[in-house]
């Protein structure tokens, strides 16, 4: 090929371009390889990983007993402990349903005008 900075405009752009297509191809190779270099090297180092043994210490529970309540026995409390009782089954046997109350109808027909 002749020398490259005594030729014609026209051979000089030829050159360049021949020069530019040559790197591109050479860059387009690198990455191939280090895609496949690297997707290689991944593999195998996921391949070589050991699982690490993990132990579950799971708690187990103890039941302490609980100290007697001291006023357990007092006859205020059993009796407001009964008014309790009796008063959470009188709501447990309420009817909440009210006949007369009924929600309005709403009109799905909206016209904007």
Same mark, same amino acid.
């Given at each position: 090929?002749?020398?490259?900075?005594?030729?014609?405009?026209?051979?000089?752009?030829?050159?360049?371009?021949?020069?530019?297509?040559?790197?591109?191809?050479?860059?387009?190779?690198?990455?191939?390889?280090?895609?496949?270099?690297?997707?290689?090297?991944?593999?195998?180092?996921?391949?070589?990983?050991?699982?690490?043994?993990?132990?579950?210490?799971?708690?187990?529970?103890?039941? $302490?007993?609980?100290?007697?309540?001291? &006023?357990?026995?007092?006859?205020? =409390?059993?009796?407001?402990? #009964?008014?309790? !009782?009796?008063?959470? $089954?009188?709501?447990?046997?309420?009817? &909440?349903?009210?006949?007369?109350? =009924?929600?309005?109808?709403? #009109?799905?027909? !909206?016209?904007?005008?």
């Amino acid at each position: 090929m002749a020398d490259p900075l005594n030729a014609k405009p026209m051979e000089q752009k030829n050159y360049l371009l021949y020069i530019i297509a040559g790197a591109l191809v050479v860059l387009i190779i690198m990455a191939v390889i280090g895609v496949v270099v690297g997707t290689a090297l991944i593999v195998n180092f996921q391949r070589n990983l050991k699982p690490v043994a993990t132990t579950k210490v799971e708690p187990t529970p103890t039941l $302490t007993p609980l100290p007697g309540k001291k &006023y357990a026995s007092d006859s205020a =409390v059993v009796k407001l402990r #009964d008014e309790l !009782i009796k008063l959470r $089954t009188e709501i447990d046997t309420m009817d &909440y349903f009210e006949a007369q109350i =009924v929600p309005p109808s709403l #009109d799905s027909k !909206i016209r904007i005008e």
